[in-house]
C-alpha cells in the first residue's frame, strides 16, 4: 500500500544518518517530497487519469483537466453510451486543411481534436462540432497531488519510493555541500530511467496489431497497370 509522508521521513533520516531530525526538518522533506513528486510525474508521464466532462451541441471548445499534464486519448459520446468515438489528434496547422475557413462545420459527432495553451488551462477545440449533446472523456497524464501533513500519502507508483527517496537525499546533501549528492542524483536518474520503461505499459504482454474484416490489399488481385 502507498506510504505515508511519516514513513518516508523515517527512511530519510536513517540515510541521512539523521534518526532525530537535527539537520533537517519536516517542511525540508515536504518540499523536496513535492520537488520530487512533481518531477518524476512530469518526466515519466506516469499518473494515469481519466475524466469526462459534458458536451453541449454546437461547441466546440473544452477545456482539459486542470491537473493534466498531457493528453494522451480524447473521445465522444453522444447519448447512447454504447457509442464511444475515438477522436483523431491534428495540430492546428494540420486542421486548415480540413476544416479550411469553417471551423464551425457541425456533425452528428466529431472526427478530430486539436490543442492550445498549456497546463493548467489546455484548450479541447473538436472538428466537426458534435450537434447534439454528449460526454467528452479524457484520457491523459495527471500532476501529482502536493503532500503538506505527514499523514499525507506519497502520490507515485507504488514500488518506486526509493526513486523519491534519492531525489530528497541528493537535494538535502547537495545543500549541506556534501559531494556525495551526486552518488544518490546519479541513483534518482537511473531509478527515473526504469520507471519510465515500466511505465509504457504496465504489463509485458507485447502489442499487436490487428484489422477488422477480410481486408486484403489491392495490389494483390487488381494487377499491374490496372
Not at 1 to 24: F, H, K, S
Request: glycine share 6%; net charge negative.
Amino acid at each position: 500500500m502507498p506510504t505515508t509522508v511519516a514513513q518516508e521521513i523515517i527512511n530519510l533520516r536513517i540515510d541521512l544518518d539523521d534518526p532525530t531530525g537535527i539537520y533537517w526538518q519536516t517542511a525540508d522533506y515536504l518540499v523536496w517530497m513535492n520537488d520530487a513528486q512533481l518531477d518524476i510525474a512530469r518526466r515519466a508521464e506516469c499518473l494515469m487519469e481519466y475524466a469526462q466532462t459534458s458536451c453541449a451541441a454546437n461547441v466546440a471548445r473544452y477545456a482539459a483537466p486542470s491537473d493534466a499534464i498531457r493528453l494522451h486519448e480524447v473521445t465522444y459520446s453522444p447519448n447512447d453510451p454504447s457509442q464511444i468515438y475515438p477522436l483523431s489528434y491534428k495540430g492546428r496547422q494540420e486542421l486548415n486543411g480540413i476544416w479550411w475557413v469553417n471551423q464551425s462545420t457541425p456533425a452528428t459527432y466529431p472526427l478530430y481534436y486539436t490543442t492550445w495553451s498549456q497546463p493548467p488551462f489546455i484548450m479541447v477545440q473538436l472538428f466537426p462540432v458534435p450537434s447534439q449533446i454528449g460526454q467528452l472523456a479524457f484520457w491523459y497524464y495527471r500532476l501529482p497531488i502536493p503532500v503538506a501533513n505527514t499523514t499525507d500519502t506519497i502520490d507515485i507508483p507504488e514500488g518506486y519510493e526509493p526513486v523519491l527517496r534519492a531525489y530528497c537525499r541528493y537535494c538535502a546533501r547537495r545543500k549541506a555541500g556534501d559531494p556525495v549528492w551526486q552518488d544518490d542524483k546519479t541513483l534518482y536518474e537511473e531509478g527515473l530511467a526504469t520507471l519510465v520503461t515500466d511505465s509504457r505499459n504496465w504489463t509485458d504482454n507485447a502489442g499487436q496489431f490487428a484489422m477488422q474484416g477480410n481486408w486484403v490489399p489491392g495490389w494483390l488481385y487488381a494487377g499491374f497497370g490496372s
